[in-house]
């Protein structure tokens, strides 16, 4: 267990669907993230939040939106999604200095 | 920009045998490294660190090696066992404490 937990584990969802994923982080830290994981890629990163602000959009589309109302809680709110947006979405949250924690992962599955 | 790439995709190790897994960077500013593990089904795992101002560190049967003259970085796996299967990620860290850049990942498989 490394303290910061994502759910669901896992979804599928049509492109026309709103879903929204979800981080919590039990660590204390003040910032965190979210990444993309696609096979044979390294991981991406999407977004960055300290102290509840986003100090990074890594050029993200806008079907993707983000929401951190405190430092432990993470959304990622998808809506429209194309096929090539299925990978596993993680989360992480660090306290600075470069050492992040991750969750497990959200599997994402457009169809 | 930074990038940060390991040299093979995969590994494949005798259990009980010793591994070694590389990672190059370009950014010669970057002051902290880090080796995360990955096993199927979860995120990655911090394995072990390690800051510019040092060559090598210690752990639990890891040990990671920094050469900044040739830009390098690898980690060493002492008496592999199965459950070293997984894929292993080297960061790196420059100004922006808050960012890591990720290498691509080595699969390391370890034989019966």
């Known amino acids: 267990e490394t303290g910061v937990t994502q759910t669901p584990r896992h979804l599928v969802m049509g492109m026309t669907n709103k879903k929204s994923l979800k981080c919590e982080q039990h660590?204390?830290?003040?910032?965190m993230y979210w990444y993309k994981q696609s096979a044979k890629k390294p991981l991406e990163l999407m977004f960055v939040?300290?102290?509840?602000?986003?100090?990074e959009n890594n050029s993200v589309p806008s079907r993707f939106s983000p929401e951190c109302p405190n430092s432990s809680h993470l959304f990622l709110h998808l809506h429209t999604l194309q096929p090539e947006d299925s990978a596993l979405y993680l989360c992480?949250?660090?306290?600075?200095?470069?050492?992040?924690?991750f969750g497990s992962g959200t599997q994402l599955s457009v169809l | 920009g930074e990038s940060v790439g390991l040299h093979l995709p995969t590994l494949s190790v005798q259990e009980g045998d010793n591994s070694i897994i590389n990672c190059a960077y370009s950014?010669?500013?970057?002051?902290?490294f880090i080796w995360y593990k990955q096993e199927s089904g979860k995120g990655p795992q911090f394995i072990i660190d390690?800051?510019?101002?040092?060559d090598k560190r210690q752990g639990q049967r890891v040990t990671v090696l920094l050469n900044k003259t040739v830009k390098h970085l690898s980690l060493q796996i002492a008496a592999t066992q199965p459950g070293d299967s997984a894929v292993y990620f080297c960061?790196?860290?420059?100004?922006?404490?808050?960012?890591?850049?990720f290498g691509a990942g080595t699969t390391v498989t370890v034989r019966a």
């Open positions: 660590l204390g830290h003040n910032a």
């Open positions: 950014n010669s500013a970057s002051d902290y």
């Open positions: 960061a790196e860290k420059g100004s922006d404490d808050y960012k890591l850049s």
């Open positions: 939040y300290n102290f509840k602000e986003q100090t």
């Open positions: 992480a949250s660090s306290a600075g200095g470069g050492k992040l924690f």
């Open positions: 390690i800051r510019s101002n040092m």
